[in-house]
């Protein structure tokens, strides 16, 4: 393993650079971040720095703090976008869903002749939306329609159309 030393060498500039920014009384240990490959041989406060490649690039170790907080503060709004949406896609389901309960459960009331339960049915069913009905011939076809809320204030409409055979048969 060619790199071990080197590595090792690496990994002790860093906590020499590391003791160096605590200050006076506050490193343990041996060593004093002085001599060879003990980092930049600058004082307490600077930004202790370690060759981490062959092309020179070097990464401040000071330069982190509060990276952590920002990348959150960064994510977290992208997050609570992708929840909202998911949420909003489960609820347009369940709205789908009660849409065509509803418009099937019209379909047959109108279909039987009993439009007074088919209204009643209708409110109850698809609270907040619409169902209209259609006959032609022997087939009653009721569409219901209402508005889906996705994040909030953005509304989607959602629209089920269910046929049923008209006269009860």
């Known amino acids: 393993m060619t790199g071990g030393p080197v590595l090792v060498r690496r990994a002790r500039a860093v906590v020499a650079g590391l003791r160096q920014d605590r200050g006076p009384g506050l490193s343990s240990g041996s060593g004093s971040g002085s001599g060879p490959g003990s980092g930049s041989g600058a004082g ?7 060759d981490v490649g ?8 000071g330069d982190a703090r509060g990276s952590v907080t920002v990348e959150f503060a960064v994510v977290l709004p ?4 992708v929840v909202g949406l998911a949420a909003g896609l489960v609820a347009g389901a369940a709205m789908e869903i009660r849409l065509q309960v509803a418009g099937a459960a019209v379909a047959r ?22 169902v209209r009905t259609i006959m032609s011939g022997s087939v009653v076809c009721a569409t219901a329609s ?8 953005v509304r989607l409409p959602a629209t089920a159309t269910v046929c049923a055979a008209n006269g009860g048969r």
């Open 44 to 50: 307490p406060g600077a930004a202790a720095s370690v």
């Open 146 to 153: 209402a508005p889906v809320p996705v994040l909030g204030a």
């Open 78 to 81: 992208a997050v609570v976008v």
């Open 109 to 130: 009331a109108v279909g039987r002749g009993d439009s007074a339960s088919a209204t009643a049915l209708a409110a109850e069913l698809a609270p907040g939306g619409t």
């Open 54 to 61: 062959a092309r020179g690039r070097t990464a401040q170790l």
